[in-house]
């Protein structure tokens, strides 16, 4: 995790820089034009000194100005806000309610998912982060098809034989879990065939395993598995029929001699 946090960190760093400066101009800008509208109110002596501290603490100069746009935009924006619409005019809330909505929601929203989405892309195409990817999901899918071989091997050999497996896939429970695992069973016995890697009429943790593995996915997996194991049983006919053939065609020809 700390691998892929500073990985996408260093490889979003020029997202986050230009991110940084284009906030920083906008603010400057409104700095620059809210501080020429303050000015005659904070040097008019007619008015309250009290009341002029208290806009110059956040208004009164330029430094001032850019902290308070950042906080308005970051953190607490009710204080400034109130500052102004309570001593200066009502109409400056306005002013903040805009820079709320367009500079504290839309366009910082409009950075956040920029840069979330750079960091996704920086992790998805780092070779470390995909074999750690790859292995946490091979460790995940083990440990999930284990606890299902120990639930299926109800008499505890090790193994799981056909009447186990038949009743295991008639659970409603089980057959929703393998869906969620991209399993989709429509023969429970031709799924067994499948898994059976050896043909010892048994399933093994290591065939379970690696079985679920190979077939689970889209129904083209599983019809795919299907056909390369009936071609299978069709070759291995046709070599037991060409031995026959053979022997026949050399019995006969001992014959004629």
């Given at each position: 995790?700390?691998?892929?946090?500073?990985?996408?960190?260093?490889?979003?760093?020029?997202?986050?820089?230009?991110?940084?400066?284009?906030?920083?101009?906008?603010?400057?800008?409104?700095?620059?034009?809210?501080?020429?509208?303050?000015?005659?109110?904070?040097?008019?002596?007619?008015?309250?000194?009290?009341?002029?501290?208290?806009?110059?603490?956040?208004?009164?100069?330029?430094?001032?100005?850019?902290?308070?746009?950042?906080?308005?935009?970051?953190?607490?924006?009710?204080?400034?806000?109130?500052?102004l619409v309570e001593n200066?005019?009502?109409?400056?809330?306005?002013?903040?309610?805009?820079?709320?909505?367009?500079?504290?929601?839309?366009?910082?929203?409009?950075?956040?998912?920029?840069?979330?989405?750079?960091?996704?892309?920086?992790?998805?195409?780092?070779?470390?982060?995909?074999?750690?990817?790859?292995?946490?999901?091979?460790?995940?899918?083990?440990?999930?098809?284990?606890v299902l071989f120990h639930?299926?091997?109800?008499?505890?050999?090790?193994?799981?034989?056909?009447?186990?497996?038949?009743?295991?896939?008639?659970?409603?429970?089980?057959?929703?879990?393998?869906?969620?695992?991209?399993?989709?069973?429509?023969?429970?016995?031709?799924?067994?065939?499948?898994?059976?890697?050896?043909?010892?009429?048994?399933?093994?943790?290591?065939?379970?395993?690696?079985?679920?593995?190979?077939?689970?996915?889209?129904?083209?997996?599983?019809?795919?598995?299907?056909?390369?194991?009936?071609?299978?049983?069709?070759?291995?006919?046709?070599?037991?029929?060409?031995?026959?053939?053979?022997?026949?065609?050399?019995?006969?020809?001992?014959?004629?001699?």
């Amino acid at each position: 995790s700390l691998y892929l946090m500073t990985t996408a960190i260093s490889g979003s760093v020029s997202v986050l820089m230009w991110s940084i400066a284009l906030l920083t101009i906008a603010q400057m800008v409104i700095s620059i034009v809210l501080q020429n509208q303050l000015q005659d109110f904070v040097l008019d002596e007619g008015i309250n000194e009290a009341t002029r501290l208290e806009v110059f603490k956040f208004f009164g100069t330029f430094t001032r100005n850019m902290l308070t746009m950042f906080e308005i935009t970051l953190g607490n924006w009710m204080v400034p806000c109130r500052t102004l619409v309570e001593n200066v005019s009502e109409w400056y809330s306005l002013f903040f309610l805009f820079h709320r909505l367009v500079i504290g929601f839309s366009v910082v929203a409009v950075m956040t998912a920029v840069f979330i989405s750079e960091t996704f892309k920086v992790a998805a195409v780092d070779d470390r982060v995909m074999m750690m990817n790859r292995e946490r999901a091979s460790k995940t899918h083990m440990k999930k098809v284990t606890v299902l071989f120990h639930h299926a091997d109800t008499d505890g050999d090790g193994c799981i034989d056909v009447d186990e497996f038949e009743n295991v896939l008639h659970d409603p429970d089980i057959a929703t879990w393998l869906s969620a695992m991209e399993l989709e069973v429509h023969n429970h016995l031709e799924l067994f065939e499948l898994l059976d890697t050896n043909g010892d009429g048994s399933i093994s943790a290591f065939e379970l395993v690696d079985g679920v593995r190979r077939l689970k996915g889209s129904a083209k997996n599983y019809d795919v598995m299907t056909l390369q194991r009936t071609q299978q049983e069709i070759m291995a006919s046709l070599r037991e029929l060409s031995a026959v053939m053979t022997r026949h065609l050399n019995v006969k020809g001992s014959v004629q001699l």
